[in-house]
């Protein structure tokens, strides 16, 4: 159905802000999307998490977003929508690069400008830093 929709929809020239879409849980396979990078691999990754003045290293992999990693290692991120519309999981990408899904990339000019990313709709492509902030 999304994939009607979301042609019917880009005919209306609307921000991509304004268009929401219902998730079923976690997203899976991100290779399969539109626009992932190729040669990533699957990992194991090393995902270096800055929280205030703690510094800790997890492995992440490829399939799996950030904030799943963190949660995989016993870190509690902040998170509420856990699909990329809220923003309240927004946490400064200091290094590395992730794949965003194109339906999923609701961050708002400010986020984009300076570097942060939502770790819920995330996935690393090699090793990452994050800043996380704590709410």
Do not use: W
């Not at 290779?31 to 990754?45: H, I, Q, R, T």
């Not at 490829?62 to 963190?70: G, R, S």
């Not at 946490?91 to 339906?103: E, M, T």
């Amino acid at each position: 159905m999304y994939d009607f929709v979301d042609k019917e929809v880009a005919k209306l020239d609307l921000p991509q802000r304004r268009v929401r879409h219902e998730l079923f849980g976690q997203m899976k396979h991100p290779e399969k999307l539109e626009g992932y990078p190729k040669g990533v691999g699957n990992g194991p990754f090393k995902m270096t998490v800055v929280i205030r003045d703690d510094k800790r290293v997890v492995d992440c992999r490829a399939d799996e977003t950030l904030l799943v990693a963190l949660e995989r290692a016993g870190i509690a991120a902040p998170n509420r929508c856990r699909s990329g519309e809220c923003g309240f999981c927004h946490s400064r990408l200091a290094s590395g690069n992730v794949y965003i899904p194109p339906n999923l990339d609701k961050r708002r000019g400010a986020d984009l400008k300076f570097g942060y990313v939502h770790p819920c709709c995330s996935f690393p492509c090699g090793d990452v830093e994050i800043n996380v902030k704590v709410k």
